[in-house]
């Protein structure tokens, strides 16, 4: 029986990738799972950053030590410590053939400026106007004050253009509502003309300049500078 946390991660990753959570990936992921302080912590992390896979060509082990490592270092812990906790046979490798605490350093410091790792890192960075929103609220109150009770004329009147310039509609919400406005308008316009046209030839079939068969294998023709059908 399959794990639903498995089950969960192949659903997250892009179509192109799920393709190759073979045995061996199965496996790495449960072990991940399994550390009990954090199994919740590396189980968000996989879920979440699964998008980087479009924006490279990256094998799924690499993205699952990424993770790992990223996780460690979102705790507070060093390069070298995160790294360590990622990395164990390969640190433990390199004490074993003696090599050089700078060189390891040099190492670990080339992983962490690698392309997927700092994908995930972006992915990862809470915006400062998230962190800020208590604030940025605060600074809003103090600007409605000063827009209401300074003495100064110029001090309410900055007070009350920082507000309309700060708590203005987004820009982004703007165009989507003028390229609604657009479509909306285009659709009347179809529509419109399409009422033109059915009460033309229904003039013309009342007539008898047209035959309703004639209107039904009629082919609607546009004008090249309204566009509506002649």
């Not at 302080?37 to 490279?56: A, F, I, P, Q, W």
């Not at 799924?60 to 410590?81: C, P």
């Not at 995930?120 to 604030?135: A, G, K, R």
């Not at 004008?223 to 002649?230: E, L």
Request: aromatic letters at 6%; proline letters at 3%.
């Amino acid at each position: 029986m399959s794990d639903p946390a498995i089950d969960q991660f192949k659903a997250a990753l892009p179509a192109g990738v799920r393709k190759s959570v073979n045995q061996e990936m199965v496996t790495k992921v449960m072990t991940l799972l399994q550390d009990p302080d954090l199994h919740e912590t590396y189980r968000e992390n996989l879920l979440s950053y699964t998008k980087v896979m479009e924006e490279g060509k990256f094998k799924l082990s690499s993205y699952i030590d990424a993770v790992k490592y990223v996780s460690h270092r979102l705790m507070g812990k060093t390069m070298r410590d995160s790294y360590c906790a990622t990395f164990p046979d390969k640190v433990q490798d390199w004490t074993l053939r003696g090599v050089d605490l700078k060189d390891q350093a040099s190492y670990i410091t080339a992983y962490n400026k690698t392309k997927l790792v700092n994908l995930i890192m972006e992915q990862s960075i809470v915006p400062t106007w998230v962190l800020n929103q208590d604030l940025q609220q605060k600074a809003i109150n103090v600007q409605a004050e000063l827009m209401v009770t300074a003495k100064s004329e110029m001090v309410r009147m900055q007070a009350a253009n920082s507000l309309l310039t700060h708590l203005k509609q987004p820009e982004s919400q703007k165009i989507e509502l003028e390229v609604s406005q657009k479509e909306n308008s285009a659709i009347d316009e179809l529509r419109r003309a399409t009422q033109e046209l059915a009460a033309q030839q229904r003039q013309q079939i009342q007539s008898g300049s047209m035959s309703a068969q004639d209107v039904a294998h009629s082919k609607i023709t546009y004008d090249n500078d309204s566009g509506d059908p002649v």
